[in-house]
């Protein structure tokens, strides 16, 4: 199933850095966009989109006052998009499919569209309860990850704040650490560090590799959707095939 999707923010910005992260993604077959919310009631009339990325915080109209306009059995789907997690309890209560904390990361874009395309499809009985359930419990109890990182080495152990990383590389059961001018080996396969570390600073960009997105200084597109990732330090590293979405995504500016 392919959708039109609506994206709703005041902020040009913000709108450029959702459709740059929609632009690639298969589901969507159409993009439109609104500056305010009394635009976005015209354009869920007129357009009729299937989905709405709809900005909680507008000045006029916001989020909510846009979906009681609409009123909500007219109302498309909605995914919420703002930089403050206080609303979150609101949106369930219109039955939102999902909520976006700024700036968008664009893994958790691409579960809400999955999301989306579920709903509109049509789900189970009681699917909806349980996803609500689930984001529910994520945003009361969000995920923590690893601040620091404790390396042994004979009878001493190295503490690594995991802010000071560059790169990580794999080594077979093993990972090494890139931190400066200083390497760290920890016993670890790369596949569990990388599900301990905060996504929206480190991104595995190959198999092997995990960098610091705070530490890319630039991209360099290389064949078949590879791309030569250029660190602060000068290092070069080569993403791999199946990664170059993540890569991609990492040029988009989201506000």
Known sequence: MRIKVLIVDDEPLAREGLRMLLADHPAVSAMVEARNGPEAVALIATERPDLVL????????????????VRTGNMPAVIFVTAHDAYALRAFEVNAIDYLLKPVNAGRLRDALERATVRLLGEPTGAASARMLSLLETIAHPRHYLKRLAVRKSA????????????????????????????????????????????????????????????????????HGQYAVVLDSGVELQSGRSYGEVVRALTANCF
Not at 159 to 179: G, L
């Open 54 to 69: 709809l900005d909680v915080q507008m000045p006029q109209m916001d989020g909510f006052q846009v979906i009681d306009a």
């Open 156 to 223: 001493s152990t190295t503490f690594i704040n995991v802010e000071s990383i560059d790169w990580i590389e794999a080594a077979e059961n093993y990972v090494q650490i890139h931190a400066g001018k200083t390497t760290h080996l920890l016993h670890v396969p790369i596949s569990t560090l990388a599900t301990s570390l905060d996504p929206g600073t480190f991104v595995r960009i190959h198999r092997s590799s995990i960098v610091n997105v705070n530490r890319v200084q630039r991209l360099v597109p290389a064949s």
